[in-house]
């Protein structure tokens, strides 16, 4: 078989790597995009309630936020509360962050489904965020009007510390135990960079050719 000059065949491989990455750049962006999803946590105490009470009653709020998707979900679990539940929301946004009072901003009078007339309970449920239905419409207009302005509104204020899960009973009206919410994880994505694929193209090429390069030899 004749060789190839040195150039020459470092040539041929360079032009069929870089074909390999264009393609497999192209193939990146005709697919669909990975959502990103973002976790928040609130310890629910009385302490934490503005003005603070004496309760016994506890619960943990977490919060999943999807800007793909345009959902939210809601899982929450709570107990010993003196009063019977009435209601839940997400309050946004205070004024300064993990302090304050700000108005409701998710579903009135109370999150669908929500356990109420219990002491100790649990909830899971996931919004679509474009739906007027998960908001309270005093918050869509004070926050642009749509329902997407809203989501940005909301999602914003929970990322910003500014937001809070409130849980009322027929003991304590304004609510007897609350938790500003705050981030329980970092960002997650299934989508590689598109630099590190093509640096991992451009390395296998490089391997590939020195192993032919030896066997031509």
């Given at each position: 078989?004749?060789?190839?000059?040195?150039?020459?065949?470092?040539?041929?491989?360079?032009?069929a790597?870089?074909?390999?990455?264009?393609?497999?750049?192209?193939?990146?962006g005709?697919?669909?995009?990975?959502?990103?999803?973002?976790?928040?946590?609130?310890?629910?105490?009385?302490?934490?309630?503005?003005?603070?009470?004496a309760?016994?009653?506890?619960?943990?709020?977490?919060?999943?936020?999807?800007?793909?998707?345009?959902?939210?979900?809601?899982q929450?679990n709570?107990?010993?509360?003196?009063?019977?539940?009435?209601?839940?929301?997400?309050h946004?946004?205070?004024?300064?962050?993990?302090?304050?009072?700000?108005?409701?901003?998710?579903?009135?009078?109370?999150?669908?489904?929500?356990?109420?007339?219990?002491?100790?309970?649990?909830?899971?449920?996931?919004?679509?965020?474009?739906?007027?239905?998960?908001?309270?419409?005093?918050?869509?207009?004070?926050?642009?009007?749509?329902?997407?302005?809203?989501?940005?509104?909301?999602?914003?204020?929970i990322?910003?510390?500014?937001?809070?899960?409130?849980?009322?009973?027929?003991?304590?009206?304004g609510g007897?135990?609350?938790?500003?919410?705050?981030?329980?994880?970092?960002?997650?994505?299934?989508?590689?960079?598109?630099?590190?694929?093509?640096?991992?193209?451009?390395?296998?090429?490089?391997?590939?050719?020195?192993?032919?390069?030896y066997?031509?030899?």
């Amino acid at each position: 078989m004749p060789k190839l000059p040195l150039y020459g065949y470092f040539l041929s491989q360079s032009v069929a790597v870089a074909t390999l990455g264009i393609a497999m750049l192209a193939a990146m962006g005709n697919a669909p995009t990975s959502a990103i999803q973002l976790v928040f946590q609130a310890d629910l105490t009385g302490s934490a309630e503005s003005p603070a009470n004496a309760s016994a009653g506890t619960g943990t709020a977490l919060i999943t936020l999807d800007d793909i998707a345009n959902t939210m979900r809601v899982q929450v679990n709570f107990s010993q509360l003196t009063g019977n539940t009435t209601a839940a929301h997400i309050h946004s946004a205070t004024a300064s962050a993990g302090t304050g009072t700000a108005g409701v901003a998710t579903t009135t009078p109370t999150f669908p489904g929500f356990p109420t007339g219990v002491k100790s309970g649990s909830y899971d449920q996931t919004f679509n965020m474009l739906l007027s239905s998960s908001y309270n419409a005093a918050f869509i207009t004070a926050n642009g009007g749509t329902t997407s302005s809203a989501q940005t509104a909301l999602f914003n204020g929970i990322q910003s510390g500014k937001a809070y899960f409130n849980i009322h009973t027929s003991s304590f009206s304004g609510g007897e135990i609350r938790g500003f919410l705050a981030p329980m994880s970092a960002p997650a994505t299934g989508v590689p960079e598109p630099d590190s694929i093509l640096g991992l193209i451009v390395g296998t090429g490089f391997l590939l050719g020195l192993t032919k390069k030896y066997k031509m030899q």
